[in-house]
């Protein structure tokens, strides 16, 4: 009688992938690399995972925090037996890969950035019990590659660029990912082309800085040529890179959203200046108007730093007077958080971390009313929208407005007369709102 040979088990990987959107499509590549390796890809399902990838964010103190309690409780996990080998990845990975390795002995692997690219390989020596630690130059980052999508498969964030030139003095992030380096527009086109292809409605472009991407206007126009897609949207860009071609180009493209989202940081001149900031008030209000004449109605997200050394209340107050002029359609504010390395950690005149936070508190309810005004004056106007799932219960859709990015802003329930799928744009009159929850009809 032949002896049936048992196939061998399929070793499971589990993901928790923290932070910003460049940290996710880090993630999806190491997950498309896995998978194309033969492991099965768990992503959120620890539970009998033999190796969880904690891919963390190591910008803000917040931001570690919330790596440091997810490898903690990994750890307890392991502890008790339900998954098996823990490697910690990611920008805190890149940091402070020796005081993870020293300090959290449960983790059995800690890899930098730079060893994104040979992570099959790196998996296969910690399943077999190996201690992996290794942080190649950051160059070693491939910023292409195919990506297993943590998001809906209607909308995909597309990378155009990586590291940063602009050394703001609170910013640890040209330590951690290196200077400014960018894809060939070929190589995005061909990216965007496949997402589209795959039945992406919506791509996302980022980077640590995108309006530093050379020839953006042009890059833009030729992703606006790709049949499949509808909106095309633009995070993370700098002011005094908002070009008048720029703004031309996105006032006359359909495909691109009049949306941006423009980090100001600040709008007191000597804090700007402070900050390593280039521009003053003047500047930041000349470029908003112009986005403003060209494209009326445009949706601009903007943050800012409150508590940064040598802000008193003079400084607080400018900024909060600013913010209330501006207008602005959605905004986050963030306490100073100091971050060694970077040459703010040790400026004089730091900020009592109490005072900053009521300084956010202030700014955040007073742009809590601002949001309100806008969603109010938008009933009976009829919106663009874009389904992202549909509520059996109710017989209503979740969607997003052109003004709202995904996993950021708010969202919007309407109903429709026809059945709808994710991805599908439809014309939305506004009725009203449900808490702060925009309620609308399809027409």
Same mark, same amino acid.
């Given at each position: 009688?032949?002896?049936l ?5 399929? *070793? ?17 590549r190491?997950?498309? #690399?896995l *998978?194309?390796a ?18 963390? /964010? ?5 931001a ?8 903690? $409780?990994?750890?307890?996990l392991?502890?008790?037996? &339900?998954i098996?080998k823990?490697?910690?990845?990611? /920008? @805190?990975?890149?940091?402070y ?18 060893a994104?690219d040979?992570?099959?390989?790196? @998996?296969?020596?910690l ?5 992996? !630690?290794? =942080? ?19 909308w ?20 951690i ?6 894809? !060939? ?12 292809a795959a039945?992406?409605?919506?791509l ?25 897609? *509808?909106w095309?949207?633009l ?13 031309a180009?996105?006032a ?22 402070a900050?390593g900031?280039?521009? &003053? ?15 009326p ?5 903007t &943050? ?6 040598? +802000?008193? %209340? ?6 909060? $007077?600013f ?14 958080s ?13 900020? #009592?971390? +109490? ?13 809590a ?19 992202e ?11 997003? &407005?052109?003004?709202?990015?995904? %996993?950021?802003?708010? @969202?919007?329930?309407?109903? =429709?007369?026809?059945?709808? *799928?994710?991805g ?11 808490e #702060? ?7």
């Open positions: 009688m032949p002896i040979k048992r196939k061998p088990k399929v *070793q499971r990987i589990a993901l928790i992938s923290l932070g910003c959107p460049k940290n996710q499509v880090n993630a999806e190491m997950m498309h #690399d *998978q194309a033969g492991f099965a890809i768990a992503e959120s399902v620890y539970s009998g995972a033999d190796a969880v990838i904690v891919n963390t /964010c190591g910008f803000v103190d917040d570690k925090k919330e790596a440091i309690d997810s490898i903690l $409780e990994m750890a307890q392991k502890a008790d037996g &339900t098996g823990i490697l910690v990845t990611g /920008c @805190m990975a890149q940091r890969q020796d005081e993870i390795t020293a300090e959290i002995p449960e983790v059995d692997g800690v890899l930098g950035l730079g994104n040979s992570i099959v390989q790196h @998996m296969q020596e399943l077999g019990g190996a201690a992996v !630690s290794e =942080s190649p130059d950051i160059s070693c980052l491939q910023l292409g590659g195919e990506r297993k999508l943590l998001s809906p498969q209607h995909a964030y597309l990378q155009i660029a990586d590291g940063c030139n602009n050394c703001c003095t609170y910013c640890a992030i040209p330590g990912r290196g200077p400014f380096r960018h894809r !060939s527009t070929e190589d995005i086109l061909a990216e965007a082309e496949a997402l589209c039945g992406a409605r919506e996302v472009l980022i980077a640590q800085d995108v309006t530093a991407y050379p020839a953006l206007p042009a890059l833009l126009q030729q992703l606006c040529q790709l049949e499949e897609l *509808q095309l949207r995070l993370y860009c700098y002011p005094d890179e908002i070009s008048d071609e720029l703004i180009t996105m006359s493209e359909d495909k691109i959203v009049k949306y941006i989202d423009l980090p100001l940081q600040h709008a007191d001149d000597r804090i700007l200046a900050m900031r280039r521009g &003053t008030q003047a500047d930041i209000t000349a470029v908003l108007n112009k986005l403003r004449a060209a494209m109605g445009i949706a601009i997200r &943050t800012f730093i409150c508590g940064f050394p040598g +802000e008193d %209340e003079a400084a607080f107050e400018t900024l909060a $007077e913010v209330a002029a501006q207008n602005f359609t959605h905004m986050g504010a963030f306490a100073f100091p971050q060694e390395g970077t040459p703010a950690f040790s400026f004089p005149n730091q900020v #009592d971390p +109490e005072i900053a936070q009521q300084r956010v508190e202030i700014l955040t309810q007073q742009q009313e601002i949001a309100l005004q806008h969603k109010e004056q938008l009933a009976g106007q009829t919106m663009q929208a874009m389904v799932a549909h509520d059996p219960y109710t017989d209503s859709y979740l969607a997003r &407005t052109a003004a709202d990015a995904p %996993e950021i802003d708010g @969202m919007l329930a309407f109903t =429709s007369p026809r059945h709808l *799928q994710p599908e744009v439809a014309q939305v009159q506004i009725i009203g709102l449900k #702060d929850m925009l309620i609308g009809k399809a027409l």
